[in-house]
Structures are given as structure tokens and as C-alpha cells.
């Protein structure tokens, strides 16, 4: 008989599935399985756990993944801010996002952008929307997508500015 293992790779395929379809239950005990056979909590399962634990309702546990993290990419900042932005939490997304900025070692991207000012939306921070719109395009150079636009429109028109969403 073989004696097979999953290895890094094999476990954030399965985990994948299990943050796509919110499975929490399932999710902890593939968490439990690397803490018992002494699996690092490389980039990629990280990631996983972050968005499982959000998706769960336990954000705290997305905040321990992270910083439990030895590193991190930009897909691991846009999903801690991803998962501030599920649970409403726009000031921390906020702080997060002026984190991953200040530490200098990833770059955001248009996901980026998108979770940051969906969770502006969610919480009515039109200054602090405004200020990371205008920083994506002036300061990162990235022209708005649909995303971006639609979170703006949206924030706008919940805030009141009817004209300024529609222009």
C-alpha cells in the first residue's frame, strides 16, 4: 500500500473549493489537518483560510490567518480586506489597505481597488472613496474598470450625490 500525503499544493486546491462553496466546517478541519502534520502556513493556504474564516462569520480568525502569515502577497492583503469588506467593517479595510501601502512589499491591483471601495460603499466613506479612486488612478496609474465604477456609482448614490454618480 502507498502511503500518500497531500502536499501543499493538493491541500489549497481542496481548501479552494471549500472557501468557494463557504463550507466552514470543512475548512477548520483541513485547517486542523496542517496544524497536526506540521504544514507551514505557506502564502497560498493562508489565503485559503482568510477567505474561509470570513466567509464563516469569524473574522477574527481571518485577522489570525493573516498575521500568522510568514508572507504575504497581494492576494492575501485583498483578501483580509475583502474580508472587512463583507462584514461592513470599512475603517478597518481602510487601515488595512493604508497598511499594505506603507509596508512597501506588494503592489495593489484592480482587486485591490475593487474590495477597498466596496467596503467604503458598504460603510458611506465617500471621502475615503474618493481619495483611493483618485490615488488608483493617479498614483498607481490604473484606469477604472466596471468594478471600480459601479462601487463609486454605488457609494455616491447611497450618500445622496445623485449628480456626481451620474457624471
Known sequence: MLNLRPNT?????????????????HGKQFHGYILRH????????????I???AK???LNWSLRMFNEM???DTTSWNALISAFAQHEKGKEAMHCFKAMKDAGRVKPDQATFTAILSACSHVGLVND????FNSMVNGFGFVPG???ISCMVNLLGRAGY?????A
Do not use: P, R, V
Open 9 to 25: 499544493y493538493t491541500l489549497s486546491i481542496a481548501m479552494s473549493i471549500f472557501a468557494s462553496i463557504s463550507s466552514l466546517s
Open 129 to 132: 472613496a474618493t481619495w483611493i
Open 146 to 148: 466596471e468594478d471600480q
Open 162 to 166: 445623485f449628480d456626481e454618480a451620474e
Open 51 to 53: 477567505t474561509i474564516y
Open 70 to 72: 510568514i508572507e504575504k
Open 56 to 58: 464563516g462569520g469569524i
Open 38 to 49: 506540521d504544514f507551514s502556513l505557506e502564502t497560498s493556504l493562508g489565503n485559503t483560510l
